[in-house]
């Protein structure tokens, strides 16, 4: 009979470990990680181990790059070929090179080195992914480097399982068999990104009139199961059609809410992954050949590091970056494995080399947490441009803070912040935001607005902003215990200065006060509006033109309230949010097709989009018209629904 006792135990000993990891402020993943070397063969034998396990822990690798890919728009993908084929590809053949010469020259054997290279040369999507989106890291220039690198792995895959079997039955069609896979591969993923992009919208267009959570649930998971499924069938990976489906759903107005959607199966499925993983574990492996795992450890951590960090320097990333970017691929990864077991069947490797091979993957993955947990604080120290560059960014908010006096400091750029941002422009009163959101803080800066990447939270970091010269403080994110941090630390620097504070509801009111708060505004635009008027109010501005500042907003139906800056940690409540105006900075790249072309020639007016200003050579110019020569490196600032924005990036850079 069967029995729920061993699923009992895997969840109780599942919530308990990353209950743990969560209080110790480690990631969860290593919680994971031990409750399936706990319930593997290796120790209690609750979970048995089989290709049906580990295949429902690679869906949840299907649903974190599905993820990945609605961060990721094809105008942005075509931007970062040079990452993926310059660096990825370098990436994966110079790894391969290197680790094949060694073993080679170990065993004697070329093939068993070859397969040994192959399998070492792959980092861990999963890992990295999760962990680089958790940290709000994605889109940073070291993000940007190890997804661009992860990506070139997912397709070296199949080459690599195509080379494996054909060096072992010494086959003479090896290059016809790799053209027909190159030629596959090309075909399914043009023929993908081609009908996708005309398909996926209108579908989920007529999904969505139905007005029904459950069906547009359902639909997720069709697109999402059903691209990984066909790539697939043509011998691609199940995580890089997932990054596909993901793709085209981000040219969509849906994007936001399908991300939403799927977290509660991804973060499940994931752990699922992670308990797989642990479960391959055995120490009887780690002390029978403690020498071999040693030697596959300093072919895989140190040596992959060198050769991601020196690939970085050469294509012209900052050394930090490269570094960071580095300490995040070093670990293997769970396409090693699949190599590894083939390699095993075709017997080029030898078993006792393979199970070193793969204990050396595992204490590496084990070892990946904390690479990139503390990959900052470890570039710091090894890097001393990078030590310097830290140092300096408190220095050029002081720098920037200086020339600010008698001025409004925002805490929290969101669209709050941002209303309250163009009121106070409109009245010519300086200001000054910080705001943690790094996505948020890029985009808003490209336009020209004043606002830095800062924890407000910290008093080194609003001294630096210039708490001691502003007029208010205004916290414009509803978050109660950032606020009381806020608080804390400018009535320990400043017990006078008014401070202004957004919470959702009239709850916490009395606590906000008790902690130091001379206002406190209740939510969404309403609040917005409130918040607005005191801040005028504290900083001068008479009464009344306050209350024809206001009557004219509401007049003009909330017109400088239009739009706003996306951040990743913006939560989306319905569907019909979508259709909510937003602004985007697109800023025109080397070989745009915009370039020399006058702003009228593009006809953004016809897809329904408002360019707002323009940001050339650090100046915001909004006196521009039809005429306005676009030039290399102006950044366009646009407002428009997610669709429209989609259709006018795509023309700005590409003149579809």
């Not at 822990?57 to 084929?85: D, H, N, Q, W, Y």
């Not at 590091?305 to 012209?316: D, M, P, S, T, Y």
């Not at 990139?372 to 960014?393: A, F, H, P, V």
């Amino acid at each position: 009979m069967h029995s729920l006792a061993p699923i009992v135990l895997v969840l109780l000993s599942a919530v308990l470990a990353v209950t743990l990891c969560r209080s110790l402020r480690v990631p969860a993943m290593l919680g994971y990680l031990v409750v399936g070397f706990a319930a593997g063969p290796g120790a209690m034998s609750l979970i048995p181990q089989g290709e049906e396990t580990a295949f429902l822990g690679e869906i949840g690798i299907v649903f974190m790059m599905f993820t990945i890919g609605l961060e990721f728009s094809l105008p942005k993908l075509k931007a970062m070929r040079r990452l993926v084929f310059g660096v990825g590809f370098a990436q994966v053949a110079l790894t391969m090179l290197l680790v094949a010469a060694a073993i080679a020259h170990l065993t004697g054997s070329p093939l068993t080195g070859f397969a040994i290279g192959g399998a070492l040369a792959m980092s861990s999507t999963a890992i990295v992914s999760k962990l680089l989106a958790e940290r709000l890291e994605l889109n940073q220039p070291h993000g940007q480097l190890a997804i661009g690198v992860l990506l070139f792995q997912d397709i070296a895959v199949v080459p690599l399982l195509i080379m494996l079997p054909a060096f072992a039955g010494g086959s003479e069609t090896l290059w016809l068999d790799l053209g027909k896979a190159g030629g596959k591969v090309v075909v399914v993923l043009a023929l993908l990104l081609f009908f996708g992009q005309r398909l996926v919208r209108p579908w989920f267009h007529l999904v969505a009139r139905q007005r029904s959570g459950e069906l547009f649930m359902i639909n997720v998971l069709l697109v999402t199961l059903g691209v990984a499924w066909l790539t697939e069938l043509s011998g691609l990976s199940l995580a890089l059609g997932a990054f596909v489906a993901g793709m085209l759903i981000s040219e969509t107005e849906y994007r936001y809410q399908v991300e939403e959607d799927i977290k509660p199966f991804r973060d499940i499925l994931l752990g699922f992954f992670f308990i797989t993983v642990g479960m391959r574990l055995e120490f009887s492996v780690l002390f029978d050949r403690f020498g071999e795992v040693l030697l596959m450890l300093a072919l895989l951590l140190p040596l992959k590091l060198a050769v991601v960090f020196g690939l970085g320097r050469l294509f012209g990333h900052r050394a930090n970056d490269s570094m960071r970017a580095a300490l995040a691929l070093a670990q293997g990864g769970e396409f090693g494995f699949v190599l590894l077991a083939l390699s095993l069947n075709l017997k080029l490797v030898s078993t006792p080399t393979a199970q070193a091979a793969i204990a050396a993957i595992l204490i590496s993955m084990l070892a990946a947490p904390f690479l990139i947990l503390y990959g900052e604080r470890i570039t710091r120290r090894l890097i001393k441009q990078d030590w310097m560059l830290q140092s300096l960014d408190l220095h050029q908010m002081l720098v920037a803070g200086m020339s600010k006096s008698e001025h409004v400091l925002i805490c929290g750029y969101g669209r709050s912040g941002q209303a309250l941002a163009r009121l106070l422009e409109a009245e010519n009163i300086n200001l000054f935001a910080l705001d943690m959101d790094p996505e948020r803080v890029r985009e808003a800066g490209e336009a020209g607005d004043q606002v830095v990447f800062g924890d407000a939270g910290k008093k080194e970091v609003l001294i630096a902003a210039g708490l001691m010269r502003a007029r208010v403080v205004v916290v414009t994110f509803a978050d109660t215990h950032a606020a009381l941090r806020i608080l804390h630390a400018v009535r320990e620097v400043r017990p006078e200065l008014p401070v202004i504070v957004r919470t959702i509801d009239d709850s916490e009111m009395d606590m906000l006060r008790g902690a130091g708060a001379d206002e406190v505004v209740a939510e969404v635009m309403e609040g917005s509006l409130m918040l607005a008027s005191q801040a005028l109010l504290e900083a001068g501005v008479p009464p009344s033109r306050v209350l024809r500042r206001i009557r004219a907003v509401r007049e003009e139906r909330y017109d400088l309230f239009r739009g706003f800056f996306r951040g990743s940690s913006d939560e989306i409540e319905s569907l019909d949010d979508e259709l909510v105006p937003r602004m985007l900075s697109v800023q025109v790249c080397g070989g745009a097709a915009s370039i020399g072309q006058p702003l009228g020639a593009l006809e953004l007016e016809e897809l329904g989009v408002e360019v707002k200003a323009i940001r050339r050579q650090r100046v915001r110019r909004t006196d521009f018209d039809a005429s306005f020569e676009i030039g290399a490196d102006d950044v366009l600032v646009l407002l428009g629904t997610p669709q429209q924005l989609a259709l006018a990036e795509s023309r700005i850079l590409q003149g579809d």
